[in-house]
């Protein structure tokens, strides 16, 4: 017979509530750190779960729609030819100057790694556009002559538009985070089948997180618009992934 | 695609995925997709909401098919948890609890009309079992595992619109969770 833990019978009604994924964040975490130490719940968490488990079995049946599938394999197809074109590479970690290793174990396949890199990353993100999966939104026009997008933003809370006028576009950001220390926002201009073009401007945000950017030049035949934080001064090559993808179209 | 990736067991086929086989991937979603949109359509009430919860969750399967732990349970069981996650965060994101419910009858022309396969045909009679081991519970113990589990709520809000106290609302999933596993039986309903 087992030893309950310590505060057992505080925790030990919140199984269920676990289980289904009702308890409040904090106490979860509260919960999770008593399983650790408490044999007994951590053996009716398993009994339990047989049933949580079976609960999505029970939902009528619904055929999703061709088109979902044809979305989500457009983007695993276009990652799974970027691993296959990065992988040789990707497998042969560099030494402290920056130098393929002498080949030693191989690494796991890590597509999370992998995105890390900015010209991956940056493919990937426009694998995603040519997909739909962040495609950005139309909305209502600002103007006779100006529409803006929304944009997609990896920053937690932030409302990023793009407003394309007739002389011009420009970048408006709410809520935006300011770059890391030591590093400004830069935009960059993607067209089909070329590398991301970078540009001049580069932007921080205010102290309420406000922020407009001009978007220099033409947008004709610009697939996305994109930022990313680079250290001052700008790059001439995409450091990190965007933190803004903007699809003028 | 290659008969021989589609007589392959979802744990070997999540081994292909963790190296990047597209046609693997594949395999996994035509075999689960079905489950997972319904899953996702039953707690968000849109067909389109339904239709980003599945692509981020099996985008996020994709790019993370090393965490698949075989310890923690079938591949099937992993993939509908995480579109469990999924559904939910978009339920408290942007939908909190004004979402339409998907009455049954609305989804009789969406329901699947191929032949049945014989794994198809099992899981319909693990779909019967569980309906039935849910529909046995006292109705105060089915509706909070209800509204829990596919509503998405915490056992607080769940408290409030009932006007129960907290520990009420708690003693009742544990025990229609305590009841509905005795119902199950053991290996009576397999999610594998």
Redesign the interface.
């Known amino acids: 017979m087992s030893t309950p833990g310590p505060e057992h019978a505080k925790w030990a ?5 676990y ?6 964040d904090e106490e979860r975490g509260g919960f999770e750190a008593h399983l650790e130490t408490c044999p007994v719940c951590r053996r009716e968490v398993d ?19 061709a088109e ?2 044809q ?3 457009t ?3 276009s ?2 030819e970027l ?2 074109a990065a992988g040789a590479r990707a497998d042969a970690p560099e030494d402290a100057a920056g130098r393929p290793a002498a080949p030693r174990e191989r690494r ?5 790694g992998l ?1 890390a890199r900015p010209a991956v990353a940056l493919a990937c993100a426009l694998a995603l556009l040519a997909a739909g ?1 962040l495609a950005g939104a139309l909305v209502a026009g600002g103007g006779d002559d100006t529409r803006t997008v929304v944009a997609q933003t990896t920053a937690r809370g932030a409302d990023v538009r793009l407003e394309i006028g007739g002389d011009g576009a420009r970048l408006v950001a709410r809520n935006m985070p300011a770059p890391p220390p030591g590093r400004v926002y830069q935009v960059w201009l993607k067209r089909p089948g070329r590398d991301p073009e970078p540009t001049s401007v580069l932007w921080s945000t205010r102290k309420d997180g406000s922020a407009e950017a001009a978007v220099p030049g033409s947008l004709d035949g610009v697939d996305a618009v994109l930022v990313t934080d680079e250290p001052e001064g700008g790059s001439d090559v995409p450091s990190k992934a965007p933190v803004i993808t903007a699809v003028p179209a | 695609m290659s008969d021989h990736l589609r007589s392959l067991a979802d744990e070997d086929l999540m081994q292909l995925v963790r190296r990047g086989q597209a046609s693997a991937f594949e395999v996994l979603y035509e075999r689960h997709s079905q489950a997972a949109f319904s899953l996702a359509y039953r707690m968000v009430g849109s067909r389109g909401v339904a239709e980003d919860v599945v692509q981020e969750a099996f985008l996020a399967i994709w790019r993370s098919g090393g965490r698949y732990e075989r310890s923690r349970g079938s591949v099937r069981t992993w993939l509908l948890g995480i579109v469990h996650n999924r559904a939910i965060d978009a339920l408290r994101r942007s939908f909190v609890h004004e979402k339409r419910r998907a009455s049954d009858e609305g989804l009789e022309e969406m329901l699947e009309t191929g032949e049945r396969t014989d794994v198809e045909a099992a899981r319909h009679e693990e779909a019967a079992t569980v309906r039935a081991a849910l529909e046995h519970l006292p109705a105060d113990q089915s509706q909070v595992i209800e509204l829990a589990y596919f509503g998405g709520f915490t056992h607080t809000e769940i408290a409030d619109m009932l006007q129960t106290p907290i520990g009420t609302i708690k003693g009742r999933m544990r025990l229609g969770l305590q009841k509905m596993r005795h119902a199950l039986g053991t290996g009576q309903v397999s999610l594998g």
């Open positions: 009604e919140n199984v269920g509530a289980l289904l994924g009702a308890l409040e009994d339990l779960r047989v049933a949580a488990d079976a609960l999505p079995v029970s939902v009528p049946l619904v055929a999703p729609p979902l599938k979305r989500i394999m983007v695993v197809r990652e799974a691993l296959a796991r396949w890590s597509l999370a995105i999966g």
